[in-house]
């Protein structure tokens, strides 16, 4: 019978062994490292003065008592979704409450505030 | 004395010494890491400018009858003028220490609205002609509040009752 | 011809042992030249990111009215209260980023050497413990400039380098300038009726207009006048009495306590005449010849435990009848220079 060819056996097992220890210790590290965005991206993306331009739209009509007007919500909403592809929502103060809701396919973001009676 | 013995062992050891060092070199090469960063930091801060003093042009500086915002007077009374001197003057505010002239921004506006049948209208509202800058776009809702008539530069829009409309800048720079 | 037991050199095969290996190993050493190049950017340093804290720090600074929102008012002799003063930020109020209060302004740009002695902030270690934040000590230069007179600039931070790269961004603001003086007149003595003169600070009716706009005797300082005086037939009134008091006693649990208690800020100093202090304790009348003035410290209110009532006000008492006005409204109507907003640019620089 003939015998099989023990020759190499060290090498290929450790080679074996130390190339797992390499793939593991690469992907481990490697979790973090290009997968997320540069810190500009990030902030570019994010909608921080719609927000708060929205908002002081709002209490725009709040401070002249105007909440209830019945345009604030079609004039908002469409130009929003045509000019700025971003979905808003207003509901008028029931309860002293107002709620405001804004999406732009990235961040979405409601509130509920206290105006006050 | 120079035998043919080992040769299969001599060429697979100048291989891999090979290929390790091609390895280390083109890891050590492509780690001189992305520049993406640099243009979206250029668009970042004109974003922020752009926005900053949109939002303190809509901002009256006293409170009380009769006293407007620079945008809503601009709009009320059709002076593109006054929006062009402020805006640059703002957004091109020379640097706090000397030794930098002014900047040179430039934009282009437009004022969005909507009519009685529910349609978005356009009004350009004066600003440069825009080629192939690298440009960013802000946007500024305007309060518009109610008049007994309408006004000249909206002709369209029912300001009976206080209304919204959409200013839209695009900024960039000569 | 295959010779058996010998080396093959000619035919070209490699043994399976070593195809193997060989294999695992090229496949391995893909993977780890491929991903390394991401292992090692962890190692960048900082210069990359000077502008993402340069925006950061503009934010804290700009769109935040800071933790807490009165920071303003705080000792910072008192180890204590520079403690609690967890980070800085210029807005007046979370609602209004970019609309700055000038005491906080004043505050936040008067930083000096003999900084823990003194009150004032200490610069660089307030700073970055209180607004750019993180474990590198970043060096920065923030600087306002008043864009209507753009007379003087001011800044706090170590000069910006002529050479090298720096993180920058530029910011456009408005300073709310709060209110002056309010000026009333006492009546001719044929026409008053009334001992006292009462003024009235209604929280609530102030608290009516946006806060941009607002006068706010809590948080800022209140400087009244009251001007006009004359004699009665040769004898000038005298100052009996100065009462702060709060309506109505009974529900609200406030009451009235006598002023001149404090000797340090805050306080509340009347003026008589421009040149004499009141002083209820000494002997020596407190006659008006001419005109009072009452300077009220921002934060006095609070200090007295009288900031959470609507109305306060706050009575002066003579000897003579002064007025027939039962109450003088400290209000907008009344204020020399009702509080408006100036705009500013402010220049954040880290490197």
Redesign the interface.
């Known amino acids: 019978m003939a015998r099989m060819?023990e020759?190499?056996?060290w090498?290929?097992m450790l080679?074996?062994i130390?190339?797992?220890i390499?793939?593991f210790l690469?992907?481990i590290?490697?979790q973090?490292?290009?997968i997320g965005k540069?810190?500009?991206?990030s902030?570019?993306e994010f909608p921080k003065?719609?927000i708060?331009?929205?908002?002081?739209?709002i209490?725009?009509?709040k401070?002249?008592n105007?909440l209830n007007?019945p345009?604030?919500l079609?004039?908002?909403q469409?130009?929003?979704l045509?000019?700025?592809g971003s979905v808003i929502d207003y509901q008028l103060p029931t309860g002293g409450i107002i709620f405001i809701h804004y999406n732009d396919g990235f961040t979405e973001y409601n509130e509920y505030s206290w105006i006050g009676d | 004395m120079v035998t043919d013995e080992g040769q299969l062992y001599t060429i697979e050891g100048i291989a891999a010494a090979f290929m390790i060092v091609v390895t280390a070199y083109l890891v050590i090469s492509t780690t001189s890491v992305l520049t993406q960063q640099d243009v979206h930091i250029i668009d970042l801060q004109m974003q922020q400018l752009g926005n900053d003093a949109l939002g303190m042009m809509d901002c009256p500086d006293t409170y009380g009858v009769g006293s407007q915002s620079v945008l809503e007077e601009a709009i009320s009374e059709t002076n593109p003028e006054l929006f062009n001197q402020t805006f640059l003057g703002l957004v091109n505010s020379p640097r706090n220490f000397a030794g930098s002239g002014s900047d040179r921004l430039n934009y282009s506006a437009v004022i969005y609205y909507r009519n009685p049948s529910g349609t978005i209208e356009h009004v350009p509202f004066g600003g440069g002609t825009y080629y192939r800058e690298n440009s960013v776009k802000v946007s500024r809702w305007v309060f518009l509040p109610k008049k007994s008539s309408s006004l000249p530069l909206l002709p369209n829009l029912t300001n009976s009752v206080n209304r919204s409309v959409l200013l839209e800048v695009q900024l960039w720079r000569e | 011809m295959r010779v058996p037991r010998k080396f093959d050199r000619e035919e070209g095969l490699l043994s399976l042992d070593f195809l193997i290996g060989f294999t695992i190993f090229l496949i391995a050493l893909i993977f780890v030249g491929v991903m390394i190049s991401g292992l090692l950017v962890h190692l960048q340093s900082r210069t990359i990111d000077y502008d993402a804290v340069a925006y950061r720090t503009s934010v804290v600074l700009l769109e935040d009215p800071g933790e807490p929102a009165n920071w303003q008012l705080a000792n910072l002799s008192y180890p204590a209260e520079r403690a609690n003063v967890k980070r800085l930020g210029l807005a007046i109020q979370k609602n209004y980023p970019g609309i700055l209060a000038e005491e906080k302004v004043d505050k936040f740009f008067n930083s000096s050497s003999g900084c823990l002695s003194e009150g004032t902030l200490c610069s660089p270690e307030d700073y970055r413990g209180k607004l750019i934040f993180g474990d590198y000590p970043y060096r920065f230069n923030i600087s306002l400039k008043n864009l209507d007179t753009s007379s003087t600039v001011k800044a706090v931070g170590d000069p910006v380098p002529l050479l090298g790269s720096y993180g920058y961004i530029k910011r456009i603001v408005k300073i709310q300038k709060p209110d002056s003086v309010h000026i009333f007149n006492v009546t001719s003595d044929n026409d008053s009726t009334i001992k006292s003169a009462s003024f009235r600070f209604n929280i609530t009716e102030l608290d009516d207009i946006p806060p941009p706009y607002r006068i706010d005797p809590l948080n800022q300082d209140v400087v009244i006048y009251l001007c006009n005086f004359s004699d009665n037939a040769g004898i000038w009134p005298n100052i009996t009495d100065i009462q702060i008091c709060t309506y109505p006693v009974a529900l609200t649990g406030g009451g009235c306590i006598g002023v001149d208690v404090y000797s340090d800020s805050p306080q509340m100093i009347v003026m008589i005449d421009g040149n004499k202090t009141y002083n209820s304790k000494d002997m020596v009348p407190d006659t008006v010849t001419k005109n009072v003035t009452i300077n009220i410290d921002r934060g006095f209110f609070s200090r007295i435990g009288y900031d959470r009532f609507g109305v306060i006000d706050l009575i002066m008492t003579f000897d003579q009848n002064v007025t027939n006005q039962e109450v003088y409204d400290y209000s907008y109507s009344t204020s020399a220079t009702p509080p408006e907003l100036y705009p500013a640019v402010v220049e954040v620089c880290v490197w």
């Open positions: 060819n020759n190499g056996q090498i290929v080679g074996f130390i190339s797992i390499l793939v690469a992907l590290v490697n973090s490292a290009l540069t810190t500009s991206e902030v570019l003065s719609e708060q331009d929205l908002r002081a739209e209490m725009d009509y401070w002249r105007d007007n345009n604030i079609p004039d908002l469409n130009l929003s045509e000019r700025k």
